[in-house]
């Protein structure tokens, strides 16, 4: 009962690494390769009413009609590179896109108050709007062609 209640309040403040883990773990099916099919790559830059967000958010795109996630960690510069099951190259076509909020580790105190069954705040990220942070519902897509691709992506 107690490592039930350790994992809801530790979901609570990773929600966004676990959407991404999630959403990477739909694609791997056990493999490193990918599906067959044309592939492409793509670059980009996000940013949030024209400023960096925050390094270590990361990008998804998930695949509409195969269900692969890519996704990559965007830098502090907000510049990104997307893979997809570890390889530079994605399949090509449309895909619904997120962007998730960095990983945030327990500090010592926050652990001991978890472990103690205390509730402790989310960490709230606004320079990555909610709205944004599952591509299912973000309204964001990109048709990714064979080749070069860019996406830039500015959150309002």
Request: glycine share 16%; charged share 20%; aromatic share 10%.
């Given at each position: 009962m107690h490592n039930l209640f350790m994992r809801n309040q530790q979901k609570q403040?990773?929600?966004?690494?676990?959407?991404l883990t999630i959403l990477s773990l739909a694609g791997c099916n056990g493999g490193s390769t990918l599906p067959e099919g044309e592939t492409g790559t793509?670059?980009?830059?996000?940013?949030?009413?024209?400023?960096?967000v925050p390094?270590?958010?990361?990008?998804?795109?998930?695949?509409?009609?195969?269900?692969?996630a890519a996704s990559s960690a965007i830098a502090a510069d907000g510049t990104y590179s997307l893979r997809m099951r570890r390889e530079a190259p994605v399949l090509v076509g449309d895909y619904q896109i997120g962007v998730t909020p960095p990983t945030v580790e327990l500090t010592p105190a926050e652990a001991e108050a978890v472990n103690m069954g205390k509730t402790i705040p989310e960490k709230e990220w606004p320079e990555i709007p909610k709205t944004y942070r599952n591509p299912e519902t973000s309204g964001v897509t990109f048709n990714v062609k064979a080749g070069e691709n860019t996406f830039d992506l500015d959150m309002k």
């Open positions: 403040v990773f929600m966004s690494g676990l959407i793509v670059t980009g830059k996000v940013t949030f009413n024209g400023k960096s390094e270590g958010a990361a990008i998804v795109f998930l695949h509409k009609d195969k269900g692969i």
